[in-house]
């Protein structure tokens, strides 16, 4: 992978992704200072000095990395709080590789001409041998940026479109019913959502934070990113307004094209937070078999094509310039990052027993592990373990040791 792979593109300007323990950032600019140690002896009366050599010197880094996001507060402390634990940690460096340091001095800033992002400068020794001698490539980090700037861009969309001030009763009345029909899938999962929600009816872009942060504690409070991903899987259609299976809604009057502006804008909002936060979820999946990754892959993107082909339901205009590009960065995100993880693991296969076998038999025909047999036996709902029938197709990895 070249260097150029391994930038991550925000607003027009390229960084390069690293991590310190489990916090992530991004990479402004750095420095590396190296060398050997040494000790120079002079003497009188002789013109040449000896230069004493006492073995490497250790390398020091200095590096301007900054947090950026919806979130970038969270991200903020969680790197403080990194850097603030005892002890050296493992610093994933965008040119130098993985390796121990410790942090001898850190410094962060912020600005209100640069709201949402925190930047920090930080000393770093290097305590121990590299512990991967290659260049890591943090994708995921890619993934997440690109979802919270598509977030940020679909609250802001939202705001410009729904107003309810000059809203009959009953068309709001509609709205919040919307918004208890959308939300019972989160209510059941994390608790009531949807009062708070309703009570911000005339304050949009509070209604819209609201929304997002909901849909982000969902995944955050779940702590299963299979179990969030399918929750936002099923909100990825949420309403059915400027999709493929638009309903058709009056627009008769000024009233009833505003209500109708104002459903397509709820419903979008919720769809393009939920495919932001799947994408975010991935990024913290363990997949079993490329095929998994590749599948989440495409799940996504084909939601994001959704959206970005929706037209609004009054006067038929596509969708909004700045949403379009963010989600199409972040479809590109999560494509990447998920091809390069899935193609680390595993490919399925198939095997077609000759006869009626135990599914323990199996597994040590294929991978010489008979305790492998639950793994066929859950990938392939096989009923009794212990008569998996011949001459049907099972679904198994690609790690056949014998013929």
Same mark, same amino acid.
């Given at each position: 992978?070249?260097?150029?792979?391994?930038?991550?593109?925000?607003?027009?300007?390229?960084?390069?992704?690293?991590?310190?323990?489990?916090?992530?950032?991004?990479?402004?600019?750095?420095?590396?200072?190296?060398?050997?140690?040494?000790?120079?002896?002079?003497?009188?009366?002789?013109?040449?000095?000896?230069?004493?050599?006492?073995?490497?010197?250790?390398?020091?880094?200095?590096?301007?990395?900054?947090?950026?996001?919806?979130?970038?507060?969270?991200?903020?402390?969680?790197?403080?709080?990194?850097?603030?634990?005892?002890?050296?940690?493992?610093?994933?460096?965008?040119?130098?590789?993985?390796?121990?340091?410790?942090?001898?001095?850190?410094?962060? $800033?912020?600005?209100?001409?640069?709201?949402?992002?925190? $930047?920090?400068?930080?000393?770093?020794?290097?305590?121990?041998?590299?512990?991967?001698?290659?260049?890591? /490539?943090?994708?995921?980090?890619?993934?997440?940026?690109?979802?919270?700037?598509?977030?940020?861009?679909?609250?802001?969309?939202?705001?410009?479109?729904?107003?309810?001030?000059?809203?009959?009763?009953? $068309? #709001?009345?509609?709205?919040?019913?919307?918004?208890?029909?959308?939300?019972?899938?989160?209510?059941?999962?994390?608790?009531?959502?949807?009062?708070?929600?309703?009570?911000?009816?005339?304050?949009?872009?509070?209604?819209?934070?609201?929304?997002?942060?909901?849909?982000?504690?969902?995944?955050? /409070?779940?702590?299963?990113?299979?179990?969030?991903? +399918?929750?936002?899987?099923?909100?990825? +259609?949420?309403?059915?307004?400027?999709?493929?299976?638009?309903?058709?809604?009056?627009?008769?009057?000024?009233?009833?094209?505003?209500?109708?502006? +104002?459903?397509?804008?709820?419903?979008?909002?919720?769809?393009?937070?939920?495919?932001?936060?799947?994408?975010?979820?991935?990024?913290?999946?363990?997949?079993?078999?490329?095929?998994?990754?590749?599948?989440?892959?495409?799940?996504?993107?084909?939601?994001?094509?959704?959206?970005?082909?929706?037209?609004?339901?009054?006067?038929?205009?596509?969708?909004?310039?700045?949403?379009?590009?963010?989600?199409?960065? =972040?479809?590109?995100?999560? /494509?990447?990052?998920?091809?390069?993880?899935?193609?680390?693991?595993?490919? =399925?296969? /198939?095997? #077609?027993?000759?006869?009626?076998?135990?599914?323990?038999?199996?597994?040590?025909? =294929?991978?010489?592990?008979?305790?492998?047999?639950?793994?066929?036996?859950?990938?392939?709902?096989?009923?009794?373990?212990?008569?998996?029938?011949?001459?049907?197709? =099972?679904?198994?990895?690609?790690?056949?040791?014998?013929?």
């Amino acid at each position: 992978m070249s260097w150029r792979d391994r930038l991550v593109t925000i607003d027009g300007e390229s960084y390069y992704a690293g991590k310190f323990r489990e916090a992530k950032f991004l990479v402004r600019s750095d420095g590396l200072e190296f060398g050997r140690r040494t000790e120079v002896h002079e003497y009188p009366d002789r013109d040449i000095p000896y230069v004493e050599d006492s073995g490497k010197k250790g390398r020091k880094f200095s590096i301007q990395v900054f947090v950026v996001g919806a979130d970038y507060d969270i991200a903020r402390n969680k790197l403080i709080k990194a850097i603030e634990q005892s002890g050296p940690g493992a610093l994933q460096h965008p040119h130098y590789g993985v390796m121990q340091v410790s942090i001898l001095s850190a410094r962060a $800033s912020q600005s209100t001409s640069k709201a949402g992002q925190a $930047s920090f400068t930080l000393e770093c020794l290097e305590g121990g041998d590299l512990l991967f001698p290659i260049v890591a /490539t943090a994708t995921d980090v890619a993934t997440t940026i690109a979802a919270e700037k598509s977030i940020a861009d679909s609250i802001a969309d939202f705001a410009s479109k729904f107003d309810v001030l000059g809203d009959f009763a009953d $068309s #709001t009345q509609g709205i919040i019913d919307e918004v208890d029909d959308i939300f019972k899938a989160i209510d059941a999962a994390i608790g009531n959502v949807t009062g708070p929600i309703a009570a911000l009816i005339r304050a949009p872009a509070e209604m819209a934070a609201m929304i997002a942060g909901n849909l982000n504690r969902l995944r955050i /409070t779940l702590g299963e990113p299979g179990r969030a991903l +399918n929750i936002y899987r099923d909100l990825f +259609n949420s309403g059915n307004t400027g999709t493929a299976t638009a309903i058709t809604l009056p627009t008769a009057t000024t009233t009833q094209r505003q209500h109708a502006t +104002n459903i397509q804008a709820l419903q979008q909002l919720v769809q393009r937070v939920a495919v932001a936060e799947a994408a975010i979820a991935t990024t913290t999946r363990s997949y079993e078999t490329s095929s998994d990754a590749l599948s989440d892959a495409a799940m996504i993107t084909a939601a994001i094509e959704v959206q970005t082909a929706a037209e609004d339901v009054v006067d038929s205009r596509p969708i909004n310039d700045v949403v379009y590009m963010s989600m199409i960065d =972040l479809r590109t995100a999560v /494509t990447k990052d998920l091809r390069i993880r899935g193609a680390q693991l595993p490919k =399925l296969t /198939t095997h #077609t027993p000759a006869a009626t076998l135990p599914a323990i038999v199996i597994a040590y025909q =294929l991978y010489g592990n008979a305790s492998r047999d639950a793994e066929i036996v859950a990938r392939n709902r096989i009923r009794h373990p212990g008569f998996v029938p011949g001459g049907q197709s =099972l679904e198994v990895l690609a790690e056949v040791v014998n013929g």
